[in-house]
């Protein structure tokens, strides 16, 4: 079911440091948040770990190698088509099948088609692009996110959310601030 | 910005208290490689306030339109080309490859250096190379444009080429023949210009990211908005992207090595004397790498003193490079060599004789220029003094990018205008087309480079972030506070 697209989003706090951000992470995780995201200026691993980050969910390298090998198999299968069968040249006497020559298309497009999957899929698993996110309307996450920032989000969504106890919980990792984010 | 007065005189390393130069960052004391005393703020104000202004520089307007009025001769030059044929140019027999395929060579080697850049020195760690990644694959992008243009010209009616160069199904029932090294250039060419412009995208993500939140104009503000694909650096999406960064780096330096590679099998799959040896790969890839370093530099030099970005781009970036040359220098070098002592080795009279022509036959005072910018002059850059003086690299640029020019043009020229019969000798003479030509794709790299320092953020600085004392989380550093101490 689609999530409901009004009301709470979350309640996002706001941290200076990354040490301050992973240790709100994992102080919510113990306490049995699962529904939350981190968000930081450059990449923090240690906070993606705290969220329950596994390299299971990290698919990429998968995606890659998966375009890789069908790039290099699609490239010199159509060689082998091409040479062989649609359009056969006979050159001085050479081999039709001259596969030495053909590694270095399909190398070529092993490559191109590994990077593109790399790439393209990063961000379909991101779930990017979305150009509109409902964090986008917290002012403070605009100017921080960002730059120099970070930040904690529970979600409306997760099962232990209630917005008086959750800020509680919030506070008591003395963080720069506290704001509720609106759909 | 507190600390910032630290720096004595920008462009000047850091000194300590007894005067010596000093790379330590001095709250943390860890080594850095840009100048002390920044923070996350400072940084993505610096990065951000070359694009997100009103002002353009007036630098900025004179050589945007010195590089407008050579692109317009390129064009110039071009559109007579496709009016004429390839006959304005100065190729005839026995020198069939002259320009063309010089500058070609020669613009895709100057691109090499912005892979190696982000990607071989990302997946050795040197982290120094943040400063210069972005701009050095910019750098890369539009030397392959202008590279990848000087094939497609030279087959004179580059329309009617598509269907040799690309396999498609046309009416003709014609396909292309993959064993010619000249296919193996469409792909490689091909494959190297598109991974350069994902790896250079995916790099740009979080900083156009950056560039959406800083920007006041409501265009700006939508086309980087557009263009973040609504990047919100989520850490789960930061683990994402850091693999698919690390991936695409562990992609391009195959791609990479495998481009020049590709391109010297133009030469040495012929049966030419002087182009048929093995050398040919490794030293073409170490010729592309020296090249490359050495348009950064011209390119760097002029950005960090124009727009004050000397506390980014540091000595201790040029004194790298100037490394990185010696050492690629001495593998052209060798490469030379190798060609010398085959020449001899090969008791081939024909490789003999062409040796000899091309170091005394009349266009011997070409291999002189090369031996002398590549090999001679360079060696300067053993003193420390001379790899941190500024004036002293910019010319050391220079002369190595024209260093390695004229060895293309040695390669492409000397050994086929004195070939097997002596009545088929001949030489090559450049037309005002080749010269004007040849400027002209300088004046579309330079204008593509300008609008790229208007238009986006030259530094990384989701990366240069990482460079900053206090960004990681390790015990041995005091806490990350330093790092946003503005923020208190």
């Known amino acids: 079911m689609a999530p409901p697209r009004e009301g709470l989003y979350g309640l996002l706090a706001e941290f200076n440091t990354p040490a301050e951000l992973v240790n709100a992470t994992e102080a919510a995780y113990a306490a049995g948040y699962r529904r939350m995201d981190a968000f930081s200026p450059y990449p923090v691993e240690e906070a993606a770990t705290a969220l329950g980050w596994t390299s299971k969910q990290d698919r990429v390298s998968l995606i890659c190698l998966l375009g890789g090998i069908l790039g290099g198999l699609a490239m010199y299968n159509l060689e082998t088509w091409v040479s062989v069968f649609a359009y056969p040249l006979n050159i001085g006497g050479r081999p039709l099948y001259s596969w030495v020559a053909f590694i270095i298309p399909a190398y070529e497009w092993t490559i191109l088609w590994a990077g593109l999957s790399a790439a393209f899929g990063m961000l379909a698993l991101n779930g990017l692009p979305s150009p509109y996110h409902p964090l986008f309307n917290a002012p403070n996450f605009r100017q921080g996110a960002s730059v120099d920032k970070f930040f904690l989000c529970l979600e409306a969504m997760d099962p232990k959310f209630s917005p008086a106890d959750s800020r509680l919980f919030l506070e008591a990792q003395h963080p720069a601030s506290i704001v509720e984010v609106e759909y | ?488």
């Open chain 2, 1 to 488: 910005m507190a600390t910032k007065d630290i720096i004595p005189t920008p462009g000047q390393p850091p000194v300590n208290k007894a005067g010596e130069p000093d790379w330590r960052e001095p709250r943390t004391g860890e080594y850095t490689v840009i100048a002390p005393g920044h923070t996350f703020g400072s940084i993505t104000e610096e990065i951000v306030r070359v694009v997100l202004t009103k002002q353009t520089p007036w630098f900025w307007w004179f050589g945007f339109a010195i590089a407008s009025g050579l692109a317009t001769m390129l064009l110039a030059c071009v559109t007579w080309l496709f009016l004429k044929g390839t006959g304005v140019w100065g190729i005839t027999m026995p020198v069939a490859w002259g320009f063309a395929i010089i500058n070609f060579v020669w613009w895709i080697g100057i691109g090499h250096a912005g892979t190696l850049i982000s990607a071989i020195l990302l997946l050795f760690k040197q982290s120094w190379r943040n400063s210069i990644n972005r701009f050095a694959e910019a750098m890369t992008l539009f030397a392959v444009v202008c590279a990848g243009m000087y094939p497609i010209i030279h087959t004179g009616r580059p329309w009617l080429a598509i269907y040799w160069l690309f396999p498609y199904p046309n009416s003709m029932n014609v396909w292309p023949q993959f064993r010619s090294p000249l296919m193996w250039d469409v792909f490689a060419v091909s494959t190297y210009a598109t991974i350069s412009v994902v790896f250079w995208y995916v790099g740009l993500i979080p900083d156009l990211g950056t560039m959406r939140d800083k920007a006041r104009h409501p265009v700006a503000k939508y086309a980087y908005g557009l263009l973040s694909v609504g990047w919100r650096g989520s850490v789960r999406h930061w683990m994402r992207y850091e693999t698919a960064s690390l991936l695409l780096a562990g992609l391009a330096t195959p791609l990479v090595l495998s481009v020049h590679t590709v391109i010297s099998f133009d030469f040495a799959v012929a049966l030419m004397p002087g182009w048929h040896t093995t050398i040919f790969p490794p030293y073409f890839v170490a010729g592309a790498i020296y090249s490359g370093f050495a348009m950064v530099i011209t390119l760097a030099i002029p950005i960090r003193k124009l727009y004050h970005l000397e506390d980014l781009i540091t000595l201790r970036h040029i004194d790298n490079m100037a490394k990185v040359m010696l050492a690629t220098g001495w593998i052209v070098a060798y490469g030379y060599g190798t060609e010398v002592f085959m020449a001899w080795y090969s008791a081939s009279k024909w490789e003999y004789f062409m040796m000899w022509n091309r170091m005394f036959g009349p266009m011997g005072w070409s291999y002189a220029v090369l031996i002398t910018c590549n090999i001679a002059l360079p060696q300067l850059m053993w003193f420390r003094k001379l790899r941190i003086n500024i004036p002293f690299m910019f010319v050391m640029s220079l002369i190595i990018n024209s260093g390695m020019w004229f060895e293309r043009f040695v390669i492409v020229v000397t050994s086929l205008y004195r070939d097997y019969l002596p009545s088929s000798w001949g030489t090559y003479k450049a037309t005002r087309i080749d010269y004007g030509t040849f400027l002209g794709t300088w004046g579309l790299f330079t204008v593509l480079f300008f609008l790229f320092i208007r238009l986006l953020p030259m530094i990384p600085m989701s990366e240069i972030r990482m460079l900053l004392p206090g960004t990681k989380l390790s015990p041995d550093f005091p806490t990350a506070e330093v790092a946003s101490e503005e923020a208190h």
